[in-house]
């Protein structure tokens, strides 16, 4: 056996998942596929998608799965179906109640995305996404609060707050598409007006509706998010899917040129061509399904493959090698028009702006760091004082800092310096 069929043989699995998976998700007959379940069900669970096998399963008559397995992973999309359209109702309801107090928001990803599929309660989502206008920022926060949201608030340089609640699970509050960094050096300083050209839709739904973004808008946000993770850290298999559906399903309102220009100034037009074939290769898509997709199925999908085997979901399993990875990265986009001076001078005020809020909380937030304030307001300017000069401190003495701001290639691990080899296969650098 070569080597060629000994990578096939290790990413079987991965192929099968994604043939299932797939099939799951667009409510079709997967066919009378040999799987090895062993392999297949605990990769299902890791990429958060056995709802979806569960949906392949019941469709498909000819899929040869053993009973207690297949009551199993029935009872698994019950469970996550009845928890996602419980949680999707109230997160309806809670835009309905922004609306009301006049806060507008756009649904990025999640909920907007799930539509396409067949069974979009059995598409899981961790969190939601909503993208407001600047202007509306502290309002938005102060009316989640004070309905129960715990709100850690953005940094300078960062896109969104994170809001988290029992009922509502984790909201990520957007005033921009991108982080500063990526947006700037990544994406080549594309701006919103760049980025979001089109009039915004509105989806009607038996509990509500919802605003997103125009088709095309969209598709772009969706692939760039998926860029982003992919460099930082790791795709998903449902990563994927989203794509996949959101692009053939609307195939007849997107701008297919805008996309692909779009893909090609910024240099992930590979990428996107590797995930697209290979859901046509294994996931029952068509070329047609993507207008403007490359001809033949692009070499680099196994090096995909591996790459997503190797890190589990989102690179979970090797976080801090694909990070300094990511970080490099950045260090070689930005050293195209400068000097390494130029380039440490960048990342130190991109770093200081950063963290201009976490060096001088407020006094809520102080006292959640350093309970003793709660005690005795004579401790605040105490605890601040000594706040502000710890914080910088401990961020001097961390690997983080290392990581984001390198001096050379050479200085990352084999595991890191593995995936800017992808990123050149991929034709990204």
């Not at 976080?319 to 400068?338: D, I, P, S, V």
């Amino acid at each position: 056996m070569n080597m060629t069929e000994t990578g096939n043989q290790m990413q079987r699995p991965l192929q099968d998942l994604l043939r299932v998976a797939a099939a799951g998700a667009r409510g079709t007959d997967c066919g009378a596929l040999n799987v090895d379940w062993q392999s297949l069900v605990p990769l299902a669970a890791e990429q958060g998608i056995t709802g979806l096998v569960a949906c392949a399963v019941l469709k498909s008559p000819r899929l040869a799965c053993p009973d207690p397995l297949k009551q199993y992973l029935i009872s698994a999309m019950r469970t996550e179906a009845s928890v996602q359209l419980i949680r999707q109702q109230r997160i309806l309801h809670l835009l309905a109640e922004m609306k009301q107090e006049g806060i507008e928001t756009k649904l990025l990803k999640g909920y907007a995305v799930g539509r396409h599929y067949a069974h979009p309660e059995c598409r899981g989502s961790v969190d939601t996404d909503l993208l407001i206008d600047i202007r509306a920022e502290k309002k938005a926060i102060r009316f989640l609060e004070e309905r129960g949201f715990r709100v850690s608030p953005r940094a300078a340089t960062s896109q969104h707050a994170v809001c988290q609640h029992k009922k509502y699970g984790m909201v990520e509050l957007h005033v921009a598409p991108y982080a500063e960094l990526i947006r700037e050096i990544w994406f080549q300083g594309l701006n919103a007006e760049t980025l979001i050209q089109e009039a915004c839709v509105t989806v009607e739904t038996p509990d509500g509706s919802y605003t997103s973004l125009g088709y095309t808008d969209h598709l772009i946000f969706l692939t760039l998010h998926m860029a982003k993770h992919f460099i930082l850290s790791g795709l998903t298999v449902r990563m994927m899917l989203d794509i996949a559906l959101f692009f053939s399903c609307d195939k007849e309102r997107i701008d297919s040129k805008r996309f692909w220009d779009t893909m090609n100034r910024l240099g992930y037009a590979q990428l996107v061509n590797c995930i697209l074939w290979a859901v046509i290769l294994y996931g029952g898509f068509r070329t047609d399904d993507f207008p403007g997709c490359a001809g033949e199925a692009p070499e680099q999908i196994p090096l995909i493959f591996d790459d997503l085997l190797e890190g589990g979901y989102m690179g979970a399993r090797k976080e801090k090698e694909r990070y300094a990875g990511g970080m490099e990265y950045n260090r070689q986009l930005l050293m195209k028009n400068r000097t390494a001076a130029g380039y440490r001078l960048y990342m130190w005020g991109w770093k200081i702006k950063g963290g201009m809020k976490s060096m001088f909380p407020s006094r809520k937030t102080l006292a959640e760091m350093y309970p003793l304030v709660k005690k005795s307001d004579l401790l605040t300017p105490v605890m601040r004082v000594y706040h502000m000069f710890a914080f910088p401190i401990r961020k001097l003495c961390s690997d983080l800092l290392k990581q984001e701001i390198r001096s050379n290639e050479s200085a990352i691990s084999p595991e890191s310096r593995k995936r800017l080899e992808l990123f050149r296969e991929l034709k990204m650098l």
